[in-house]
């Protein structure tokens, strides 16, 4: 479904990706692991045409979206769940959701709205709420719903369980599997709690200076003595 050949970011001076070949096959989670600075936020966001990769390549879908807009990119079914979140604070759950829609076929928004709730229920009894009222674990729900209400085909999601109480890391872990499970929905994962997020994964890849230093399935991940060092040992 996509591919990174070779890809380098560039920021000013900052050489942020470093020549980077990843994969997602439809259907799979793959998550991406890698401290602080590693260039995982990058990735997405060159994934999404902002800031645009300085060389290499990226194909979705057979498509070569390397130098599209991030705009461009959305429509062709790529979905970010940005770092903190970024939900419309003074609007309520309801137009928060609505925005999500804004480029899907309205006739789909009745059903979508229903898979919405039963998946996140707490977004129902909030609707009228602003959304800035919400708890932190709340409004990540309601950042994933308004991204799955313009039925992306790849949903990206950055740090996800960040600065969540551990009940919502639970919970925001468990919806990954189920959208993965029951809808089919491909997913690429950007987390700091490797634990979780390879136990999820399908695959990984380590990050390290903007470059993949291992990748392998979740399992392999999970019990290679370099990323237990590296990530796991204080989870
Ligand atoms: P984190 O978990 O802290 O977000 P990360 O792995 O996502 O880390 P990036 O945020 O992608 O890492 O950062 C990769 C490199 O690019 C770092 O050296 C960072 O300082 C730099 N960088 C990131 N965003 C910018 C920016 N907007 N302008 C300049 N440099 C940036």
């Known amino acids: 479904m996509l591919k990174l050949?070779?890809?380098?970011?560039?920021?000013?001076?900052?050489?942020?990706?470093?020549?980077?070949?990843?994969?997602?096959?439809?259907?799979?989670?793959v998550t991406l692991i890698g401290a602080n600075g590693a260039g995982k936020s990058t990735l997405m966001m060159t994934l999404f045409g902002a800031p645009r990769a300085s060389a290499g390549r990226i194909v979705f879908e057979g498509e070569d979206i390397t130098r599209l807009s991030p705009h461009e990119v959305s429509r062709r079914g790529i979905a970010l769940v940005p770092e903190?979140?970024?939900?419309?604070?003074r609007m309520t759950v309801l137009e928060n959701i609505q925005i999500g829609?804004?480029?899907?076929?309205?006739?789909?928004?009745?059903?979508?709205?229903?898979?919405?709730?039963?998946?996140?229920?707490?977004?129902?009894?909030?609707?009228?709420?602003?959304?800035?009222?919400l708890s932190g674990?709340?409004?990540?729900?309601?950042?994933?719903?308004r991204?799955?209400?313009?039925?992306?085909?790849l949903l990206?999601?950055?740090?996800?369980?960040?600065?969540?109480?551990?009940?919502?890391?639970?919970?925001?872990?468990?919806?990954?599997?189920?959208?993965?499970?029951?809808?089919?929905?491909?997913?690429?994962l950007v987390e700091q709690n490797a634990h979780h997020a390879l136990r999820v994964a399908h695959?990984?890849?380590?990050?390290?200076?903007?470059?993949?230093?291992?990748?392998?399935?979740?399992?392999?991940?999970?019990a290679s003595s370099e990323v237990r060092a590296a990530y796991l040992e204080a989870g």
């Open 101 to 133: 829609a804004t480029f899907a076929d309205p006739a789909n928004f009745e059903a979508d709205i229903q898979r919405m709730f039963a998946m996140f229920p707490i977004l129902q009894q909030r609707l009228q709420q602003r959304a800035g009222t």
């Open 5 to 29: 050949s070779g890809v380098h970011t560039h920021y000013g001076h900052i050489h942020a990706l470093k020549g980077l070949d990843l994969e997602v096959a439809t259907g799979e989670v």
């Open 203 to 222: 695959r990984g890849y380590v990050l390290q200076h903007g470059e993949v230093v291992l990748s392998g399935s979740g399992a392999e991940l999970l």
């Open 156 to 188: 990206m999601l950055d740090e996800p369980s960040l600065g969540l109480a551990p009940i919502y890391i639970r919970r925001v872990f468990e919806i990954i599997r189920e959208l993965n499970r029951d809808y089919g929905m491909t997913i690429l």
């Open 147 to 153: 991204a799955l209400m313009g039925r992306p085909k």
């Open 137 to 145: 674990g709340e409004q990540q729900m309601l950042a994933i719903a």
């Open 84 to 89: 903190g979140r970024r939900i419309f604070p």
